[in-house]
């Protein structure tokens, strides 16, 4: 049978280490013994409608359920080492939120964590809001759907992510990503993608300057893109953009075709012409 503990408080070190097949709710973690590691090694466990304002609440846990809990910015380093675990309405706002963890999902969730799902595989993210500097640093296998992030240096070295329904505001996005898919969503930010393989964007709206660079197999369908000078810069890439590009420079290979490009940067000596196409009706600047 469940056990329950409800209408506690918990401030001792490690103070219910090894919890098993309970439900525990509407409890506090916070005092003054300032006490660490609340939930390690345990598995099974419930945990909703609890205040946690001390650090490394859940390390080393096991089939775990949170739900309507709140994590301070006290609460640093909160979940290290999980394995499937499941976040509902709940936010996190402590520091390293979420690392070295397998078989996460998080929904209708806040986050305000710098360095968040850091190596961690196996995660699906559902209507939620981020703000993190480091989000998603080398995780895998990755799901989004209904995302609202605002970032710096998001998704670098991920593998095999989808991205659907975003708004991404984040600079050096994508930085040497593989396998990754964004669908209908909008990003916004510098330096899109750089030395990424195999990054494709559908019917996505691309906002900011020098995206998309020293790309491998970069793919865009249906796309529109703003304030984009110098894009594809030695890039191998097939982009089908309605509207404008603000600027193209030295694609590596491919082709591109737009509405209009504002200024076309082409030095003979890195632009194979056999190997690329430029279809376009008006350019305004060729140099």
Request: glycine content about 6%; some cysteine.
């Amino acid at each position: 049978m469940e056990k329950v503990i409800s209408g506690k408080q918990f401030d001792e070190e490690r103070a219910l280490y090894g919890l098993k097949d309970t439900r525990v709710t509407s409890c506090r973690f916070d005092g003054p013994a300032d006490g660490e590691s609340a939930f390690k090694e345990c598995s099974d466990i419930v945990v909703e409608e609890c205040y946690f304002n001390l650090r490394y609440p859940f390390w080393h846990d096991r089939s775990a359920v949170l739900k309507k809990v709140r994590m301070t910015e006290n609460c640093r380093a909160a979940l290290w080492y999980d394995k499937n675990i499941a976040i509902e309405e709940s936010e996190l706002h402590g520091i390293k939120a979420l690392r070295e963890c397998t078989g996460i999902n998080v929904k209708d969730s806040s986050i305000v964590s710098a360095e968040v799902f850091w190596r961690c595989s196996d995660i699906r993210v559902d209507n939620c809001q981020l703000q993190s500097e480091y989000p998603f640093f080398e995780s895998r296998n990755v799901e989004i759907n209904n995302l609202k992030m605002i970032g710096k240096y998001s998704f670098q070295y991920v593998e095999n992510m989808t991205i659907a329904g975003s708004e991404l505001d984040t600079k050096d996005a994508f930085w040497h990503s593989k396998n990754v898919t964004v669908i209908d969503s909008v990003v916004k930010g510098e330096y899109l993608g750089w030395y990424s393989e195999n990054l494709k964007f559908v019917r996505c709206h691309i906002i900011g300057t020098q995206p998309l660079c020293y790309c491998k197999g970069l793919i865009l369908e249906d796309c529109t893109m703003e304030a984009t000078d110098l894009s594809f810069e030695r890039s191998e890439v097939n982009a089908t953009i309605s509207g404008r590009i603000e600027g193209v420079k030295n694609p590596l290979k491919g082709f591109i075709k737009a509405d209009e490009i504002g200024e076309l940067l082409i030095e003979e000596q890195y632009v194979d012409k056999a190997a690329t196409e430029i279809m376009c009706s008006e350019i305004q600047c060729i140099r």
